[in-house]
């Protein structure tokens, strides 16, 4: 694939409201992807706070000698207290959360974070590795060995977040750095796309599209073909 980066999102073929949102930054510099939960506009405030605040949060704070983890990591901080700020001012949206995924290049040096079961994919070499451990009842009942991967993508606590933005009892968000190399392809996703689309047909429709632009599309109609129950969004990055 082309060097390049690039996101879209949609709605998906059954939701009225899309409650993802991203941000890339234009130097290529950090790339966002939230995924609200709360009602519609409850989901929408949530993510959209989310990426504002992270965005924001590292656009200020960029040039200041800070380590980039801290930094990073303070950056979601900000975003879990912005939703809380925001849900005091509106009780009506007191239950509202997103998930995030946040990947950050600085000083010549990619790190990661995520909160929730947002995802962080990376493509070498014709394989696709999961990076993040999707936060979820599920995902840690897959690790204990109390479920199998086939009994869990059908499971119906699938969705059940074990730790998202937007409560107080936020006490840690892992940061951690990643080898990056020529060749790369980074895939940050919400679950609107890998409800709908497993990783081995993720990872073929990266590797037969020449631009993110186009793998992109195909992602996200990959997706609504398979039945988009979701919202679905998608940011690409090729090395």
């Not at 394989?127 to 009942?141: F, P, S």
């Not at 709908?196 to 990872?203: N, P, Q, Y």
């Not at 992109?216 to 609504?224: G, I, Q, R, T, W």
Request: aromatic share 6%; with cysteine; glycine share 8%.
């Amino acid at each position: 694939m082309k060097p390049g980066f690039t996101g879209l999102t949609d709605t998906g073929v059954v939701r009225s409201v899309n409650q993802d949102d991203y941000y890339i930054d234009p130097e290529g510099r950090f790339f966002i992807v939230a995924d609200g939960m709360g009602g519609h506009a409850g989901g929408q405030e949530a993510s959209q706070i989310a990426t504002k605040t992270v965005r924001h949060y590292l656009e200020q704070h960029w040039d200041e000698r800070i380590a980039s983890e801290v930094l990073l990591e303070k950056s979601i901080f900000e975003a879990n207290q912005g939703i809380l700020d925001d849900q005091h001012e509106h009780p009506e949206r007191a239950d509202m959360g997103t998930t995030v995924v946040v990947v950050i290049f600085r000083k010549g040096q990619p790190w990661y974070s995520h909160v929730g079961d947002s995802r962080f994919y990376r493509l070498r070499d014709r394989v696709l590795e999961q990076i993040t451990e999707d936060q979820t009842w599920v995902a840690r009942a897959l690790k204990m060995g109390d479920l199998t991967p086939e009994e869990a993508r059908i499971h119906p606590w699938r969705h059940v977040l074990s730790q998202c933005l937007g409560r107080r009892d936020l006490q840690r968000v892992e940061v951690h750095s990643l080898e990056v190399a020529a060749g790369d392809c980074l895939l940050l996703c919400s679950d609107g796309l890998t409800e709908e689309v497993s990783d081995e047909a993720l990872s073929a429709l990266l590797q037969s599209n020449k631009t993110c632009e186009e793998a992109a599309e195909a992602l996200v109609e990959e997706a609504k073909q398979n039945g988009g129950s979701d919202n679905i969004t998608v940011v690409l990055l090729a090395r």
